[in-house]
């Protein structure tokens, strides 16, 4: 007997439109869409959406029917079939003029602000050497926080320095730039170029720090940092900073006794103070196979509970909770 019939039930088939991506970009462009927009007029989650427009997914039949439904508000008689058109002519058939240098690849993912928040947004601690060349550790509060159309992020060691920039966030990299102020009022730019993650809530992020040393030449430098995620995104804009602050002055008291370096597994030392380079051209860097960066999901299902990455978080956790529990 064969199983299921004309009413079983079964999950909505991907739809094979070739370049969906692509088309689903100029329908877009046509009906002024936002992710949010498109994802609330298909009735599929926001991640779902922004699969479709990265090309990592395409939509089910039924999800098809309703944005060929979305179009039809503005154009009566679009059809289920002009999404077989090709690039060219379904540009056409909206009305509107392709880029005259067309990509045959969709273009990368760029996360919008409420996925960036989704991702990063929150509390970490960035372990990192000494500018000096001291082997010891040391760690800056790192705060990640939505404003109006951008992510922005603030630096600080609860000692004075205080650093603030925006985040631009691509292919899974995220990249700071700001200004940095010392306790001597001077102010330098400050640049982290670190590796992400792709889709579900960031755990560890890793990667470089830029910026110059304090002697008198100001020698430019680079170091290899880790972040660990401390506590989540706080809509609360007080919340927020006074979680910061509070965090900043304990980290204060870390550093200055050099106790960080004790409450962390020796590998994290040796991580930082051991910069990779390539062999060939000598430039730091910091792999793909030596990353240390994952998001939550990952690390809950590939990293057993005794896990290196597990255990900082876990050690780091227990260290602040007194800190952050009481905000």
């Not at 102010?187 to 992020?205: D, E, F």
Request: proline share 5%.
């Amino acid at each position: 007997m064969r199983s299921g019939g004309a009413g079983a039930h079964s999950m909505p088939r991907s739809s094979e439109i070739d370049r969906f991506s692509e088309k689903l970009s100029l329908m877009r462009d046509r009906l002024s869409l936002s992710r949010v927009q498109l994802a609330q007029a298909a009735r599929v989650d926001k991640s779902v959406a922004s699969r479709w427009v990265s090309g990592r997914a395409r939509p089910s039949d039924q999800s098809i029917v309703r944005l060929t439904e979305l179009v039809r508000q503005q154009i009566a008689d679009f059809s289920r079939s002009d999404w077989s058109l090709t690039v060219a002519d379904f540009a056409m058939r909206l009305g509107i003029a392709l880029p005259q240098q067309p990509s045959h690849m969709d273009a990368p993912w760029v996360p919008e602000l409420d996925e960036s928040v989704a991702l990063y947004g929150g509390l970490w601690l960035l372990t990192h050497s000494s500018f000096t060349g001291m082997r010891r550790l040391f760690g800056f509060l790192l705060d990640l926080q939505a404003d109006d159309d951008r992510l922005n992020f603030e630096l600080g060691d609860g000692f004075g320095y205080r650093a603030r920039g925006e985040v631009v966030i691509d292919q899974g990299k995220l990249c700071l730039h700001g200004s940095a102020v010392m306790h001597s009022h001077q102010v330098w730019p400050i640049y982290l170029v670190l590796n992400g993650v792709q889709i579900y809530r960031a755990a560890v992020i890793d990667g470089l720090l830029l910026s110059w040393c304090r002697d008198i030449a100001r020698t430019p430098t680079s170091l290899r940092t880790i972040g660990w995620r401390l506590a989540p995104h706080a809509p609360n804009t007080a919340v927020a900073r006074q979680r910061f602050e509070t965090a900043a002055a304990f980290i204060a008291t870390e550093n200055q006794a050099g106790r960080l370096q004790d409450h962390l597994p020796d590998w994290v030392s040796a991580e930082i103070f051991d910069m990779p380079s390539a062999p060939v051209h000598g430039a730091l860097r910091v792999s793909a196979e030596r990353s240390l960066a994952v998001e939550e999901m990952t690390l809950s299902l590939i990293e057993p509970p005794s896990g290196p990455r597990r255990q900082v978080l876990r050690a780091l956790g227990e260290l602040f909770a007194p800190v952050l529990g009481s905000v």
